[in-house]
DNA sequence: TCCATATCATTCACAACTCGAATGATTACG
DNA sequence: CGTAATCATTCGAGTTGTGAATGATATGGA
C-alpha cells in the first residue's frame, strides 16, 4: 500500500529497467570497441578465457549464455585478429583449446580500458557511493545467475 | 584501490555487466510476456503511453530509443490486439495519436505482474536492503541516460 | 576387441530484429 | 502560392543468433 499503483509500475521494475539499460549500455559499449575491431561478445569471450581455465568451448557457450555454434564464429573472429591461439587438447582431440595471445591480453586491457570510460559516463550524475552501490548490486544479481 | 586490476577486469566493470545481466533480464522477461502474445518492446511502449501525455510516435520512438519505423509495427501489432488505438490528431492530420484501451491498461498491469514475478527470481539471493540499492541505483543510471 | 551411443567443434540455412531510405500526406514558412 | 519540412508508413537489406546436420573422436558395454 506504500506503493504507487500507478501507471509506471513496469519502469519501476528490475526486470525491464535491466533489460533497457542494458541495451543502451551494450550498444554504447559497442561503439567504443568497434575501433578495436570487436563486438561485446568477443569481448566476452576475451574475458571469460582470462578468467578461467582452459574450459571446451561448450563451456564458454554456457557461461557466455550464447548457442556453443556463435561461440565458433567468434573465436574465428579473434582467431583472425591473432587475439586467441586454437590447440587441440591432447586428451581429448574432441576439444579445442582457445588460448589468449599476448596481443589478446593487450586487446582485452583496451576493451576494459573503454568499459570503464563508459562507466565514468554512465554514472557521471551519481556520487562515489551510489556508483560503488550499483557495482555490487549488480554483481549480486549476477551471482545468482 | 579496493580494485583487483587482475583479469577479470572487464566483468567488473558497470557497463559490461549491465548489457550482460541486460540481455538475460530481457529474453527471460520476454518468456514471461510470450503468453501474452507480445514482446518486451510492447510491453515498453504501453508503459510509455500510460505513462506520458499522447505524444506522436517519433517522441515515443525517441523515448524507447528505436527507429520510428519499429514504432510502427509494434503499434500495428498492439492495435491488433485491441490494445492501443490508433487516431489522428485534429490539430496536426500528419500525426497518428496511440490511446491505451481498457484492454491494454489490462495488457501492461500483467505485464508489470510478470516483472514482478521475474524480480522476485532476479534478486532471491539478495536481502531487501540490497534489493532496494539496486532499483535506487538503476533508478539513477536511467536518470542520467 | 568391436559396436553403439554420446560428445565435441564446425558448417549451414533460416528466422528474428532493427534500421535507413523512399513514399505520400499534411503542415509551416517565405 | 509554392517550396521545404515533418509525420506515419512501407519496403528492402544487414546483422545476429539459433538449431539441425556433419564428421571426428571418445566412452562404455557385450
Redesign the pocket.
Known sequence: MTDVKGPEELGSTVAYRLGALGSVAESRFAARVEPLGI?P?HAGLLAALAAGGAP???DLAARL?????????L??HLEACGAVE?TRDS??????VLTLTREGRGLLARCAAAARELDDELTASMTGPQVAALREALELVGRGL
Do not use: E, I, N, T
Not at 586428451?91 to 579445442?96: A, C, G, I, L, V
Open positions: 563486438k561478445k571446451s568451448q561448450q549464455g550464447v548457442a556453443p555454434s556463435l561461440v565458433v564464429s573465436a574465428d586454437r586428451r581429448d582431440r574432441r576439444r579445442q
